[in-house]
C-alpha cells in the first residue's frame, strides 16, 4: 500500500478547495476598481455623444474629464486627449447628428458582395451583381 499521504499546506489547501488566496483576493479588488472606473469613463463618453446641445455636451466633456482624472489609467488618458483632439468633429456631431454610417454600411455590403463574387471574369457583370444587389438592399 504505500505511506500516507501528509496533510497538504493551507496554501494548497485552499487552492484544491478553489478558494483564493489572501493575494490575489487583493489584487482582484484593485483590478475590479480599476475595471469600474474604465467602465464609467467609457459610459460617460457614450452620453456625451448621445447629448443634443452643445450646452449639455460641454458639461459632460467636464464630467469626463473628473473620471479620467479619477480612473488614472493610460488608456483613459489617451481617449480623453483623442476626444480633445477631435472635439470640433464632435460639436459637429451633435449639432447636425450626420454621420457616416450609411457610406460605411455601403462599403460593407460591398465587401461582402466581392468576397462572394470571387470567380467573375468580366468586369461590367461584377459592377452589374453589385448595382443589382444594392439596389435590392435598397428597395427591401
Given amino acids: 500500500m504505500g505511506a500516507p499521504h501528509a496533510p497538504p499546506s493551507r496554501r494548497r489547501h485552499a487552492q484544491l478547495q478553489g478558494r483564493p ?3 490575489r483576493r487583493v489584487r482582484r479588488r484593485r483590478s475590479d476598481r480599476h475595471l469600474q472606473a474604465v467602465w464609467k469613463v467609457k ?15 460641454a458639461t459632460a466633456k467636464e464630467h469626463l474629464e473628473e473620471l479620467v482624472k479619477a480612473a488614472a ?3 483613459t488618458n489617451r481617449l480623453y ?3 480633445c483632439r477631435w472635439w470640433q468633429e464632435i460639436e459637429v456631431l451633435i449639432i447636425t447628428g450626420a454621420t457616416t454610417g450609411k ?15 470571387r470567380g467573375y471574369r468580366n468586369p461590367s457583370n461584377y459592377k452589374s451583381v453589385i448595382l443589382l444587389r444594392s439596389a435590392v438592399r435598397t428597395a427591401a
Fill in 21 to 23: 488566496q489572501a493575494g
Fill in 43 to 57: 459610459e460617460q463618453l457614450r452620453a456625451l455623444l448621445r447629448t443634443g446641445s452643445l450646452e449639455d455636451a
Fill in 73 to 75: 489609467r493610460p488608456e
Fill in 81 to 83: 486627449r483623442t476626444v
Fill in 103 to 117: 457610406v460605411e454600411a455601403n462599403n460593407t455590403a460591398i465587401k461582402n458582395i466581392k468576397r462572394t463574387a
